[in-house]
T-cell receptor, first 114, second 116 residues
Framework: AQSVTQLGSHVSVSEGALVLLRCNYS??????LFWYVQYPNQGLQLLLK??????LVKGINGFEAEFKKSETSFHLTKPSAHMSDAAEYFC????????????FGTGTLLAVQP | GAVVSQHPSWVICKSGTSVKIECRSL??????MFWYRQFPKQSLMLMAT?????????EQGVEKDKFLINHASLTLSTLTVTSAHPEDSSFYIC????????????FGSGTRLTVV
């Protein structure tokens, strides 16, 4: 079975500081991995995804993530936080294939302090 | 890019009534749609997978007679919460698979359901 674990339900950074949101996955098959952002009372917006191509994935809004098979990790980073980055972030895994469903982590709420 | 329209964005209903939520793919044909439920400050829990022209596949613990899913066309899936009760109050989000994109999932904007 596939699953993702997000370490840290709340992360607070200062504006301009590095953002690091952690995600570890468990999958019996090569996974597809995703990071989504959710603003209050809204749906999810895709930041980036890994689909077995380049291990370093660049996404929107300056975010990127690196797939590390040896560490079963897919951590999300951004060099310099903006106030507008404050939101809930979800890591998700899809086994691909016939099921095609996304399994979400518990989410990390990012707060950006001025 | 792919767009999924979800309506209504919020609804308040009386206990015992039914509520229908629509999810439409606007610029692509979605053979598969997913329905999620999200409690406050929690993650998204998959409720069911909706396949066009066939019965939905429900996740364990989800009452199929309470949460009716219909996927009658390639661009529309509906979720009907029947005989709603206050404990059904939640944020419901749909997602559609874009078959033209490798593992492309597009999410609707969500529906806030409050049962009073």
């Amino acid at each position: 079975a596939q699953s993702v674990t997000q370490l840290g339900s709340h992360v607070s950074v200062s504006e301009g500081a590095l953002v690091l949101l952690r995600c570890n996955y468990s999958s019996s098959v090569p996974p597809y991995l995703f990071w989504y952002v959710q603003y209050p009372n809204q749906g999810l917006q895709l930041l980036l995804k890994y689909t077995s191509a380049a291990t370093l994935v660049k996404g929107i809004n300056g975010f990127e993530a690196e797939f590390k098979k040896s560490e079963t990790s897919f951590h999300l980073t951004k060099p310099s936080a903006h106030m507008s980055d404050a939101a809930e972030y979800f890591c998700a895994v899809s086994p691909g294939g016939a099921t095609n469903k996304l399994i979400f982590g518990t989410g990390t709420l990012l707060a950006v302090q001025p | 890019g792919a767009v999924v329209s979800q309506h209504p964005s919020w609804v308040i209903c009386k206990s015992g009534t039914s509520v229908k939520i629509e999810c439409r793919s606007l610029d692509f044909q979605a053979t598969t749609m997913f329905w999620y439920r999200q409690f406050p400050k929690q993650s998204l829990m998959l409720m069911a997978t909706s396949n066009e022209g066939s019965k939905a596949t429900y996740e364990q613990g989800v009452e199929k007679d309470k949460f009716l899913i219909n996927h009658a066309s390639l661009t529309l899936s509906t979720l009907t919460v029947t005989s709603a009760h206050p404990e059904d109050s939640s944020f419901y989000i749909c997602s559609a698979r874009d078959p033209g994109v490798i593992d492309g999932y597009t999410f609707g904007s969500g529906t806030r359901l409050t049962v009073v």
